[in-house]
């Protein structure tokens, strides 16, 4: 039986219950480094991060509203499906797919780290005024677990790589990837500054995978594999 594990950026594929290969494809940075600590509890601008939450509900339409309730429950590629067109299937993309997966792996381990490591209470906790968009379905741990935005993490980390594979549809990739990370405020999941270290972080990320010898092999099969699809050139 073949089974994939995957711990902070390593792959390891096991057979049987022992391990048969290892590959990393990116450098770590210390998290540190990257982003800095979210505003302190009860500052002026946490108070103003929770005004920002609360207008942006009360002024978003019904439309956007149901907008970042589909962007809530989604976090993969297909966000980018309303502007790449019917060509974006990667059902018909397996290399591609491979590549988007292995950034996968690094978004899950790296947020669940992040997260654990600053531990922000949500929104909702702090001010009991701010509404979420959808019912929130994790538990009380999860509950603080704000700073940084994972789906602003997912949406840039997937979104600059993609960027860089198809450069023709670099601006609408961008533009989605922001839109999507802005609907977590909209949403009332995610202060601004979570918002604002999830882009920063997943880009950071984005680009240390794309300088890596291993992933630069990958990511010269996916394109190709697009350039054949018709969607890079």
């Known amino acids: 039986m073949r089974i994939r594990l995957v711990l902070a950026g390593f792959v390891f ?3 049987g219950g022992q391990a048969a290969s290892a590959v990393e494809w990116i450098d770590r940075i210390p998290l540190q480094n990257i982003i800095p ?3 302190p509890r009860g500052s002026q601008l946490e108070k103003d991060e929770i005004a920002e939450i609360l207008k942006a509900r009360a002024m ?3 439309a956007a509203l149901a907008q970042a309730a589909h ?5 993969d590629s297909s ?19 491979f590549l988007l997966d292995r950034v996968m792996d690094v978004d899950r381990a790296d947020s669940s780290e992040a997260k654990h490591y600053f531990h922000r209470p949500r929104p909702w906790i702090v001010d009991p005024k701010v509404r979420t968009c959808t019912s929130y379905g994790g538990g009380q741990a999860a509950q603080r677990d704000s700073y940084p935005s994972g789906h602003a993490m997912v949406a840039f980390e ?12 670099a601006q609408p990739i961008l533009a989605r990837a922001w839109q999507y990370s802005e609907n977590r405020i909209v949403c009332g999941y995610h202060y601004r500054s979570d918002v604002t270290a999830g882009t920063q972080f ?7 995978m794309m300088k890596h010898p291993v992933f630069q092999g990958w990511f010269k099969q996916s394109q190709a594999e697009l350039k054949a699809a018709g969607l890079a050139r």
Request: hydrophobic share 45%.
């Open 158 to 169: 997937l979104g600059v790589v993609m960027a860089s594979l198809m450069p023709d549809h």
């Open 37 to 39: 600590p979210p505003p």
């Open 71 to 75: 962007d809530d429950a989604v976090e």
């Open 202 to 208: 997943g880009t950071v990320l984005a680009v240390e």
């Open 60 to 62: 978003a339409t019904p």
């Open 13 to 15: 594929l096991t057979f």
């Open 79 to 97: 966000i980018f499906s309303p502007v790449l067109g019917p060509k974006w299937n990667l059902g018909n993309l397996p290399k591609t797919k």
